[in-house]
């Protein structure tokens, strides 16, 4: 899957076991998830019981009091007393449960949101790198951020309209046909009716729910991708263009979630209309039998089914309302879960022994390689480096000298043959016991928010002050050893690129690696920085193996061995002298950057 196609997910699947999945997550917490259910319950049984209370109001009340002044007889007013205190304590009732279930409801939404992002992020943590290949960094943010939002709203406080009106329904059933079967029958055909409706419309909501939920990541993706790239926008002017193609996103993801919410809006006015049809028909057929004596239905019995009628409609919008949300949150569920079932490329076998400290022998052993089938990187390479060996990459750009790399550190594993560290091959061995001997130096440096101090002990926490005084100092960051408590800011945004790279280079050489890995380390920073680099990195690569890739050749002249690749084969392999000596393809390389390098420094002369 390329980073530019977001994944589609067009299962007709039934919600139940997206709801089921997120429950899990709820009895947790099993203390606030039966306190929830319980006092959601309680609280539907006390409005179910209001028109009851105004059927017996209306019956011992008031009619009979109508009946009193028509006869002259006196009125007693202790019914109307006695109807105000059980309101009265209703009311509070009602309220004491509200606020408690609203409580364990927020308890049961933010504990499940950080147990969802956790579990996110240390999926992330899991996924080989294969996986960041086909995803862009957008999409990947709205994972854990508006995706979990969406879900453990509904699993929270969406999910009291499932529970709330669940059991209101049972209830006003329940009394309606206590009281008479024959109008609670006109009633309880209404909710039949709104399943079917609801089958046939809830198809269109995930679909295009689905839809629009793929759009916004793309539009994250987007968004992401041109705010990192507004120099080169603005560079190129090119701000328009970038404003058009956004525009044109925008307008999909526009017209998916107008279709969405349209089909959506629909439960809402099919269920007031059913609703009311029930409510007229229970006036028509109640009052025929109010005006018949021997039906036994009275004025409070014909009242409470009216108040029934209009009040099981709202339950029954709820349960619709917390459906069609559940289908829309099935899309922003399906994208979490997927990535949650993802297994990572690089796993470790059961039976996976661990490394001791190792010696750094390497060998690729017929090894064979390929990011995508039939586009082979690398092909039968065989190759041994013996430990303690300093090893340079260099050939073209794309040749597959960070393939190499990439492999070495198992974060990709050989699609055939083996690669062997002292002899044994790494696929029998835990991930963690090879990558906790290897120290990697990219070329573009990452610095966590922190202190100076944190970014270099990253990798090595126990490490004592003074191990921490001589990796920089080794490293060539002799400047930090005064500062070690001063801010980077995100991402090292307070250091430049190439004091960052100096930290970089004192986190690789304060976790005392077997095998140290330089890929284009210098590349990035000024010449300066880079003669810094320099004077350490002899000190650095003593006694471990060493594998360099270089930008600037003359930076490696120094190392035990050469390796030319070139079209993913290592085309020449031998010391500087001996590849100058032969004038092949490394010579030209060599002669060519020299030449180009003094030509920038004529220039330079001429300008000043």
Same mark, same amino acid.
């Given at each position: 899957m390329s980073k530019l196609k977001e994944a589609k997910f067009e299962k007709k699947e039934s919600v139940f076991p997206f709801i089921m999945r997120l429950l899990k997550y709820s009895m947790r917490y099993k203390k606030n998830l039966y306190m929830f259910i319980i006092f959601v319950a309680l609280v539907?049984?006390?409005?179910?019981?209001?028109?009851?209370?105004?059927?017996?109001?209306?019956?011992?009340?008031?009619?009979?009091?109508?009946?009193?002044?028509?006869?002259?007889?006196?009125?007693?007013?202790?019914?109307?007393?006695?109807?105000?205190?059980?309101?009265?304590?209703?009311?509070?009732?009602?309220?004491?449960?509200?606020?408690?279930?609203?409580?364990?409801c927020g308890k049961i939404q933010e504990n499940v949101m950080f147990d969802v992002r956790q579990d996110i992020f240390r999926k992330f943590q899991e996924l080989s790198f294969s996986y960041y290949d086909k995803s862009a960094l957008g999409w990947l943010m709205t994972r854990i951020t508006s995706d979990t939002i969406k879900i453990t709203e509904l699993i929270s406080w969406n999910f009291i309209e499932m529970v709330w009106g669940t059991f209101m329904i049972i209830f006003c059933l329940t009394a309606m046909f206590i009281y008479n079967w024959k109008l609670a029958l006109i009633v309880a055909v209404t909710i039949p009716v709104l399943v079917i409706v609801s089958t046939k419309i809830r198809e269109l909501i995930l679909k295009y729910s689905r839809e629009s939920r793929r759009?916004?990541?793309?539009?994250?993706?987007?968004?992401?991708?041109?705010?990192?790239?507004?120099?080169?926008?603005?560079?190129?002017?090119?701000?328009?263009?970038?404003?058009?193609?956004?525009?044109?996103?925008?307008?999909?993801?526009?017209?998916?979630?107008?279709?969405?919410?349209?089909?959506?809006?629909?439960?809402?006015?099919?269920?007031?209309?059913?609703?009311?049809?029930?409510?007229?028909?229970?006036?028509?057929?109640?009052?025929?039998?109010?005006?018949?004596?021997?039906?036994?239905?009275?004025?409070?019995?014909?009242?409470?089914?009216?108040?029934?009628?209009?009040?099981?409609?709202?339950?029954?919008?709820?349960?619709?309302?917390?459906?069609?949300?559940?289908?829309?949150?099935?899309?922003?569920?399906?994208?979490?879960?997927?990535?949650?079932?993802?297994?990572?490329?690089?796993?470790?076998? %059961?039976?996976?022994?661990?490394?001791?400290?190792?010696?750094?022998?390497?060998?690729?052993?017929?090894?064979?390689?390929?990011?995508?089938?039939?586009?082979?990187?690398?092909?039968?390479?065989?190759l041994k480096i013996k430990a303690g060996q300093s090893v340079a990459l260099v050939?073209?750009?794309?040749?597959? %000298?960070?393939?190499?790399?990439?492999?070495?550190?198992?974060?990709?594993?050989?699609?055939?043959?083996?690669?062997?560290?002292d002899g044994i091959d790494y696929m029998d061995m835990t991930v963690e016991s090879l990558r906790s001997q290897l120290g990697v130096v990219l070329q573009t440096p990452h610095l966590f928010s922190g202190t100076i101090r944190e970014n270099v002990k990253y990798g090595r926490d126990e490490a004592t002050e003074a191990e921490v005084i001589n990796a920089l100092t080794l490293a060539g960051g002799e400047e930090f050893i005064e500062q070690l408590d001063d801010e980077v800011g995100e991402a090292g945004e307070n250091l430049s690129l190439g004091?960052?790279?100096?930290?970089?280079?004192?986190?690789?050489i304060l976790a005392n690696p077997r095998i140290f890995i330089m890929d284009e380390a210098t590349s990035s920073v000024d010449t300066l920085t880079e003669a810094k680099i320099?004077?350490?990195?002899?000190?650095?690569?003593?006694?471990?193996?060493?594998?360099?890739?270089?930008?600037?050749?003359?930076?490696?002249?120094?190392?035990?061995?050469?390796?030319?690749?070139?079209?993913?084969?290592?085309?020449?392999?031998?010391?500087?002298?001996?590849?100058?000596?032969?004038?092949?393809?490394?010579?030209?390389?060599?002669? %060519?950057?020299?030449?180009?390098?003094?030509?920038?420094?004529?220039?330079?002369?001429?300008?000043?």
């Open positions: 539907a049984g006390i409005e179910a019981l209001y028109p009851v209370v105004w059927m017996n109001f209306l019956d011992t009340v008031i009619v009979p009091g109508i009946e009193s002044r028509q006869t002259g007889s006196p009125f007693d007013n202790t019914g109307l007393l006695k109807f105000f205190g059980i309101y009265m304590l209703l009311a509070l009732a009602l309220s004491t449960f509200v606020h408690i279930f609203i409580k364990n759009e916004n990541s793309i539009i994250t993706a987007a968004y992401n991708e041109h705010i990192n790239g507004v120099e080169v926008n603005k560079s190129l002017v090119q701000e328009e263009r970038a404003g058009r193609e956004f525009e044109v996103l925008t307008e999909r993801m526009k017209v998916a979630s107008y279709k969405s919410a349209y089909y959506n809006a629909m439960f809402l006015p099919l269920v007031i209309f059913i609703g009311s049809i029930a409510a007229a028909l229970i006036i028509y057929y109640g009052g025929f039998m109010v005006l018949t004596p021997e039906s036994g239905v009275t004025v409070g019995i014909l009242a409470a089914f009216f108040g029934y009628a209009t009040l099981i409609y709202e339950p029954i919008t709820d349960l619709s309302r917390f459906y069609s949300q559940a289908q829309a949150c099935m899309s922003a569920g399906e994208r979490i879960f997927t990535l949650l079932d993802t297994q990572p490329e690089i796993l470790d076998k %059961k039976d996976a022994k661990e490394f001791s400290r190792i010696k750094g022998d390497i060998e690729f052993d017929s090894v064979t390689f390929y990011y995508e089938k039939d586009k082979p990187v690398l092909e039968n390479i065989n050939g073209e750009t794309g040749g597959g %000298k960070s393939t190499f790399i990439n492999l070495i550190c198992r974060f990709y594993e050989p699609k055939g043959g083996a690669i062997k560290i004091q960052k790279q100096l930290i970089s280079f004192a986190r690789a320099q004077s350490g990195i002899h000190g650095i690569m003593e006694g471990r193996t060493s594998l360099i890739i270089a930008h600037r050749l003359s930076t490696i002249k120094n190392c035990d061995r050469i390796l030319v690749i070139k079209k993913g084969k290592i085309v020449e392999d031998g010391t500087h002298k001996e590849l100058m000596k032969k004038k092949g393809y490394y010579y030209q390389l060599y002669t %060519k950057q020299l030449r180009d390098e003094k030509e920038k420094e004529f220039e330079m002369m001429e300008q000043q």
